[in-house]
């Protein structure tokens, strides 16, 4: 719609918000995603565009203060461990660039190369420590192993020291051309894995042994605000009866990448309180004009009171990436 001369231009939707869920595609990343056969990750059309150039322009569209970058499925690994190591060392030091570049509207979660612990162990160092990292990002499974597995016990035990903030990302599950049954996995694939991850990480007991580590589920809880009752039935006789899952469920943070409304988000609020709720916005895989409308619904609803929104949108982001805390303030 055009404006009408001399109008005021419309306020963006959203209030200074900061996006915990925003991934970043440097030109290494894609020639690598590319040459391992992933030009159509996860059954998408293509790998879609993205510079900080343009990830602004969309931001200040939106009224997003800052965005915290990772990188999205399928992530680093491409089966050689050498190749997975340098990757996630390259994409780690690019998006540490584009933090300093842009100081206070970038944040970065360091990809680690995994499923080799030791590489992971020795990444997490290195993205703390030397580039100042915000957290890291974690796909629900690395080799078929999810989240939850023994195998990962040492990382959670570095990650729960460090206190760290870990974005949970869906990823493609193992025989997805079969369970997808043809279609984009993110369209069905990505939430069950969110959950499948979710799950195993309660009922394996790891949010009860490392309760340092932030996780933030992604999708608005994908099925888990559908499921809650049913996981916590049945771990009473799955062998998990200590597990407490809902009290689990009210410990995470949950963004609200993708659709969240109409039906997502009212159910996700009797599992968490609005305090555990972020704004994400998943640009570019979620193109510009779609982030932008998914955000003037968000803002639009009176699912949320204003109060709710303020926490949403920014108040409780803070808390958790206090560097970008007077972003745009």
Do not use: C, K
Not at 187 to 210: K, Q, S, W, Y
Not at 234 to 244: I, K, R, V, Y
């Amino acid at each position: 719609m055009t404006p009408t001369p001399g109008a005021a231009p419309t306020p963006p939707p959203l209030n200074g918000a900061v996006d915990v869920h925003a991934h970043f595609i440097t030109p290494r990343l894609r020639a690598a995603m590319e040459t391992a056969g992933h030009g159509q990750p996860d059954g998408m059309p293509a790998i879609p565009d993205w510079s900080p150039e343009s990830a602004l322009a969309m931001m200040d569209s939106t009224g997003i203060a800052a965005a915290v970058l990772s990188v999205s499925s399928p992530g680093v690994d491409f089966g050689d461990p050498t190749g997975t190591r340098e990757l996630a060392r390259t994409v780690n030091e690019e998006g540490a660039v584009v933090v300093r570049t842009y100081p206070g509207r970038f944040g970065l979660l360091a990809s680690l190369p995994l499923p080799d612990i030791s590489d992971a162990l020795r990444e997490t160092h290195h993205a703390f420590d030397t580039l100042d990292a915000d957290g890291v990002v974690l796909q629900t499974h690395y080799a078929g192993r999810h989240l939850g597995d023994p195998v990962y016990e040492p990382l959670m035990a570095e990650l729960d020291r460090r206190a760290a903030v870990v974005l949970l990302h869906p990823t493609s599950p193992p025989h997805a051309e079969a369970t997808g049954l043809g279609w984009p996995r993110p369209m069905l694939e990505f939430p069950f894995e969110t959950t499948r991850a979710v799950t195993n990480l309660i009922l394996r007991g790891v949010r009860d042994r490392f309760p340092g580590i932030r996780f933030i589920v992604p999708h608005a809880g994908a099925v888990l605000p559908s499921v809650a009752d049913r996981l916590s039935v049945f771990a009473l006789g799955a062998g998990a009866e200590s597990a407490d899952v809902l009290g689990a469920l009210r410990g995470f943070y949950y963004d609200l990448a993708g659709f969240a409304l109409p039906r997502l988000l009212p159910s996700l609020l009797t599992l968490a309180d609005a305090d555990r709720l972020l704004y994400g916005s998943d640009y570019p895989f979620t193109p510009d004009w779609v982030a932008e409308g998914l955000a003037a619904t968000l803002a639009g609803s009176d699912v949320l009171t204003p109060e709710q929104q303020a926490l949403m949108q920014r108040e409780t982001a803070a808390t958790l990436f206090p560097r970008l805390a007077s972003s745009g303030a």
